[in-house]
């Protein structure tokens, strides 16, 4: 990605202080890949990912979880099915330190506002991944490519058809695997690590797992009844233009009050010389974006919970803070609700509702979600998604989309 714009200066405003994180301790239960997988008693990551804090690659043990507990199984009981190892069904086999994940996600997308409706199609994900376990050293690293957007983690410089890296880390595991020590490109630790990468919370807190990982040295621990991470954040080195990357930290640490409710807190303080966007609202002027001396602030509570039989309810709330010189500090706030109700094994009904007020303006959408795991690594999925952006000046600007998504992986 190049970026050219103007002047840098310096000044800092009072920072929300990191000592807000709490240490939240009960008793905690292991990993899976989806935060809803909670009903099953999982809270924790680091057993069924590479990366600790969730997301992307999978462990042995998480290939095994995503055939036994994932999918539709057709028939079986879990207790029946004898998972492969290796990858590809089984059909590849790989040694015990490495571990290797190809995905494959491509959509439709059908957007309908007040100017009429359009279509789109759109490769999501196409990415190898590739993991290594030795001892007590750890690495992971993923190419992929896609036709358009994911500009802030193209390794190429193409107006399209780029090649991106999402990851690429390594570190070392200690205290019997509960501390990690990493650095390289990665997640930034921050609320809940939902797949809906354009849900307010994630677009206005720049913290999706699309594009917007930073470079920098993360500590995570992955103890019983605790999970937390910090990042020093160095910055996007895959922006060409120094002045618009950030540097600061984020972090957040989770509680687990039984194996049925969690309880978290993150913060994320960053500077820039010159302000990238984090606009989320396609109806609203960033007045950031290209603004010298950028500070961004994103602080706040998210949760999971198994209410109970097959209801599980995700939510987050984060209070928005951002200045820049000649800039208005502005003060915002973006929240998320969502309630998932597996009908049967591998089928999921998702009712979602979302806020974001920024830049004086506020917005608010309801999703409805169909997510079907119909196989072993294969999910299919629609977004219907109604949002009221605000306008500048009142009122609000309605559209109307449906994601058509297919899922592939191995």
């Keep these: 990605m190049s970026l050219s714009l103007g002047a840098r200066s310096a000044h800092g405003p009072a920072l929300l202080p990191l000592a807000l994180l709490l240490a939240l301790t009960m008793p905690a239960a292991r990993a899976h890949a989806y935060p809803w997988m909670i009903q099953h008693g999982y809270t924790n990551c680091s057993a069924c990912h590479v990366d600790p804090s969730g997301f992307g690659l999978l ?3 998480g290939r095994a979880q995503a055939q036994i507990v994932l999918p539709t199984l057709w028939g079986k009981k879990p207790e029946d099915v004898e998972p492969t190892t290796g990858i590809v069904y089984g059909a590849v086999p790989l040694p015990s330190w490495l571990d290797v994940g190809l995905s494959l996600r491509g959509a439709v997308l059908s957007t309908t506002t007040s100017q009429g409706t359009s279509w789109r199609d759109i490769l999501m994900i196409a990415d190898l991944r590739a993991g290594v376990t ?8 993923s190419i992929g490519y896609v036709p358009t957007g994911a500009t802030l983690a193209a390794i190429t ?3 399209r058809d780029n090649i991106v890296s999402r990851e690429h880390w390594l570190g070392v595991r200690l205290v019997d695997q509960k501390l990690y020590i990493l650095g390289g490109r990665m997640n930034l630790p921050f609320g809940l690590r939902n797949v ?3 849900a307010f919370v994630r677009s206005a807190t720049r ?3 699309n594009s917007a990982q930073q470079y920098g040295a993360q500590v995570v621990w992955d103890g019983p009844g605790v999970r937390a991470g910090l990042m020093g954040i160095a ?4 922006i060409d233009d120094p002045a618009y990357r950030e540097q600061g930290y984020s ?4 509680g687990a009050f039984s194996n049925a409710f969690t309880l978290g807190l993150s913060s994320l303080v960053t500077h820039a010389d010159l302000g990238l966007s984090s606009i989320a609202n396609p109806f609203v002027h960033d007045p950031f974006f290209g603004a010298a001396d950028d500070w961004r602030q994103a602080h706040g509570l998210f949760s999971r919970w198994h209410a109970g ?5 995700l939510a987050e709330a984060d209070l928005l803070v951002q200045s820049a010189s000649g800039v208005a500090r502005d003060w915002g706030g973006t929240g998320f609700l969502q309630a998932d109700f597996e009908a049967l094994q591998g089928l999921h009904f998702i009712f979602t509702g979302e806020g974001l007020h920024q830049n004086q303006v506020t917005s608010y959408g309801a999703w409805f979600s169909v997510s079907w795991f119909f196989f072993t690594y294969a999910e299919a999925r629609i977004d219907t998604t109604f949002t009221e952006f605000g306008v500048p000046g009142g009122g609000h600007e309605p559209s109307f989309s449906v994601l058509g998504q297919l899922h592939f992986s191995m």
């Excluded at 030795?134 to 690293?141: E, L, M, N, V």
């Excluded at 910055?235 to 895959?238: A, I, P, Q, S």
Aim: aromatic share 16%; hydrophobic share 30%; glycine share 12%.
């Design 309 to 313: 039989g097959p209801w599980v309810l």
């Design 134 to 141: 030795a001892g007590p050293f750890i690495a992971s690293a």
């Design 196 to 198: 809906e990468h354009n």
């Design 251 to 254: 972090g957040y640490v989770e």
């Design 235 to 238: 910055g996007n080195y895959l």
């Design 207 to 209: 913290t999706d797992t």
């Design 157 to 159: 410089n193409q107006q």
């Design 59 to 61: 462990t042995e043990y």
